[in-house]
């Protein structure tokens, strides 16, 4: 009976870490040794913040909701975690309540994370951005006052 034996080894030869993997004669590869960071942090709705790696991550760290935190004035009355953590990259942060404050800075970090060579999260493992109260285009009705001093409402949307 014939035998296939694997060879792994990793070389280092001037600072540089050199892997070799397989059943036959492999060429040299630099060894993957840097964490990834976090790209960046949009806010795309009320209550949701989209999350961009700087390269690809390792399931099921990544879409555990409790590996992000929002902080700041921006994140309003919203949970520090989010509900929810959807997508493949980027990943969609969602919560089922609370509120962003309009126009005013948040912060999204995140921890306990690896990209898929098993590399854990470096600096910056955070990115701003801006909270957004419901966008004015859902908003039907703007009131605008009056000179009498009386409320008279208008309609801004489709009819």
Request: no cysteine; glycine share 10%.
């Amino acid at each position: 009976m014939g035998r296939t034996s694997v060879v792994a080894a990793i070389v280092v030869l001037a600072g540089s870490a050199m892997a070799y993997v397989g059943q036959t004669d492999s060429p040299a590869a630099p060894l993957d040794t840097v964490g990834p960071t976090v790209a960046s942090a949009t806010v795309r709705t009320d209550r949701t913040i989209e999350v961009q790696f700087s390269e690809p991550m390792l399931e099921p760290g990544v879409m555990n909701s409790a590996n992000y935190m929002i902080s700041g004035e921006g994140a309003g009355t919203m949970a520090a975690n989010p509900s929810t953590v959807s997508g493949a990259g980027p990943y969609t942060l969602s919560w089922d309540s609370g509120e962003m404050l309009g126009r005013m800075p948040l912060t999204v970090t995140v921890t306990d994370v690896q990209d898929t060579v098993g590399n854990a999260i470096t600096s910056p493992n955070s990115a701003d951005s801006t909270g957004i109260n419901m966008p004015l285009a859902w908003w039907p009705m703007a009131v605008v006052l009056g000179l009498a001093g009386t409320a008279r409402a208008s309609w801004r949307g489709r009819r």
